[in-house]
């Protein structure tokens, strides 16, 4: 499958997820790219995951804005370079909101636990207390 016709394919799927939603490609670009962070976030939890999360989204909105205009190129009906850019600024705004915010909604870590006796322990010393 060359470039052109997997462009050609993205444009399909994505008419058809615009006819199917009701939604704009603008909203589209939203929902898709805080769907792919927070599912990138929910399953990298450690160190760095709310980078990464960010990276994945980056990544498809570049890559999806490098299809469109690849099909446009292949359809004849190049669109201006603003255009991609506030596609890619639909896509990038949330996430990135969510990066620079993510530490304060991250738990603090916990302090050790004090080292607690063991439950045969505990029994014991309540037997010989009673």
């Known amino acids: 499958m060359t470039l052109i016709e997997l462009a050609s394919l993205f444009e399909a799927r994505k008419?058809?997820?615009i006819e199917a939603?009701?939604?704009?490609?603008d909203?589209?670009?939203?929902?898709f790219g805080m769907a792919l962070f927070l599912v990138i976030r929910l399953v990298w939890r450690g160190?760095?995951?709310w980078v990464a999360?960010?990276?994945a989204v980056?990544?498809?909105a570049c890559g999806?804005?490098?299809?469109d205009m690849t099909a446009e190129y292949g359809g004849s009906a190049i669109q201006p370079d603003a255009a991609h850019w506030h596609d890619i600024w639909n896509t990038m705004f949330w996430p990135t909101v969510l990066l620079f915010v993510g530490r304060w909604l991250?738990?603090?870590p916990k302090a050790p636990a004090e080292a607690k006796p063991e439950l045969g322990e505990y029994a014991e010393s309540r037997l010989e207390q009673a």
Do not use: C, N
Request: glycine residues 14%; hydrophobic residues 50%.
């Open 15 to 17: 008419l058809s997820v």
């Open 21 to 25: 939603t009701g939604l704009d490609k």
């Open 27 to 31: 909203a589209l670009h939203i929902y």
């Open 47 to 49: 160190r760095g995951g």
């Open 53 to 55: 999360a960010w990276l």
């Open 58 to 60: 980056l990544a498809m």
């Open 64 to 67: 999806g804005e490098l299809l």
């Open 106 to 108: 991250q738990p603090a």
